[in-house]
């Protein structure tokens, strides 16, 4: 499903397949799933999916905070610049050992995303005014996801994390 797709449908009417309650996400083992393979959560149930997949997460991965106007927030396995992944050390929320970099998505856009994707992080983010990245383990990686999830007020179509010891970006995009 497109993004064009996703925008003429409008709400969407499907119960969470774990709780039944309103779904307000679809989650999936990988990113551009078929949608038949995306399960309905509502927010509770993924920030709980999400929290025990970044747990189990061995990888090492860059993570884009959710932005506003785009449908999907999924990994993409792709190789990281070394100059962030020599940043990625001890948790700055927990002091656990780190797997993830966290950066926020001030000036990601529907317009802009591609760009990240082709350039990286660093040339674009890291030069639209947002603060340093910082290091964070799994559970603290979850936890703030959760917590831009609930300030914001997105539905993404897809979300899909990070899993075993793949190596990537997580960030919100359209495709």
Not at 36 to 57: G, P, S, V, W
Not at 126 to 148: D, V
Request: net charge neutral.
């Amino acid at each position: 499903m497109g993004i064009l797709d996703f925008l003429k449908r409008g709400p969407r009417k499907k119960q969470c397949a774990r709780c039944g309650r309103q779904d307000a996400h679809g989650y999936s083992q990988v990113a551009e799933s078929d949608p038949k393979q995306i399960t309905a959560l509502c927010l509770t149930c993924l920030i709980e999916q999400l929290r025990r997949d970044y747990a189990d997460f061995r990888g090492r991965a860059i993570v884009i905070a959710p932005a506003t106007g785009l449908p999907c927030y999924v990994f993409r396995e792709q190789k990281i610049s070394p100059s962030l992944l020599r940043q990625i050390d001890k948790c700055a929320d927990c002091k656990a050992p780190a797997r993830c970099l966290w950066m926020t998505s001030q000036g990601l856009t529907i317009e802009t995303f591609g760009d990240v994707l082709e350039k990286g992080p660093e040339p674009t983010l890291l030069s639209w005014g947002n603060p340093a990245p910082e290091s964070l383990c799994g559970i603290c990686t979850a936890a703030r996801i959760g917590k831009s999830l609930q300030a914001g007020d997105s539905e993404f179509l897809e979300v899909c994390s990070p899993h075993d010891e793949q190596e990537g970006l997580v960030l919100p995009m359209a495709y």
